[in-house]
Structures are given as structure tokens and as C-alpha cells.
Nanobody, 119 residues
Framework: QVQLVESGGGLVQTGGSLRLSCAAS????????MGWFRQAPGKEREFVAA????????YYADSVKGRFTISRDNAKNTVYLQMNSLKPEDTAIYYC??????????????WGQGTQVKT
């Protein structure tokens, strides 16, 4: 069982930056692949970014590639999403998720409660 708690959301001007954090409980955090998703008002949840258990492999949605960076610190049981050059269309609730299997788009087993980002 993994519990995930996101933080770092807020209101930021267009072109600004935010760093989201996701703190995970449990001693097996380093064995999970991690991902970030977002859901804008009136829209379905969409994939944003993901990385492997080691952090060696990263994946991004085309809409955020080059602006967002996902990373993890297994010693701190935390995954991050650095968001630069934010746009109004980045406004959404951002969710952290953890997966056991290899499916980076839809194979997540645990979810956080979300943190609001508004640009």
C-alpha cells in the first residue's frame, strides 16, 4: 500500500514556474514507477509525465515536453514535477500516481488527492 500526498500548487502568472511535490508513504517507494496527471475543469484527466522506478527513463505528454521536468528522490520518498513557462492551458488539478506495472499511461495503482494549479 502506498499513500501519496501532493503539494506545491498555487496561482502563478503566465510564464512563471512552480514545483509540485508528491510525498509517498511506505518502504517500497523505490520499486514503483511514478506519474503525474492533470484534470482541467470540464475535461477528462490526462497524462502529463512519468518516470521509471530508478528515474532513468522519463516520458512526457507533447503539450508539456520541454517545459516540465519529472524527477524523484528515492531517499526522500518524493517525486517532483518542475513546471516552467506555464500557460493558462496548464490550469488544472494535478495528481500524483504510483504504478507497479509497466503501463505508463493507464497502469496506476495508487493516486493522491490532487493539488490545484492555476495560471
Amino acid at each position: 500500500q502506498v499513500q501519496l500526498v501532493e503539494s506545491g500548487g498555487g496561482l502563478v502568472q503566465t510564464g512563471g514556474s512552480l514545483r509540485l511535490s508528491c510525498a509517498a508513504s511506505g518502504r517500497t517507494f523505490s520499486s514503483y514507477g511514478m506519474g503525474w496527471f492533470r484534470q482541467a475543469p470540464g475535461k477528462e484527466r490526462e497524462f502529463v509525465a512519468a518516470l521509471s522506478w530508478s528515474g532513468g527513463n522519463t516520458y512526457y505528454a507533447d503539450s508539456v515536453k520541454g517545459r516540465f521536468t519529472i524527477s524523484r528522490d528515492n531517499a526522500k520518498n518524493t517525486v517532483y514535477l518542475q513546471m516552467n513557462s506555464l500557460k493558462p492551458e496548464d490550469t488544472a488539478i494535478y495528481y500524483c500516481a504510483a504504478r507497479v506495472g509497466p503501463r505508463i499511461l493507464d497502469g496506476y495503482d495508487y493516486w493522491g488527492q490532487g493539488t490545484q494549479v492555476k495560471t
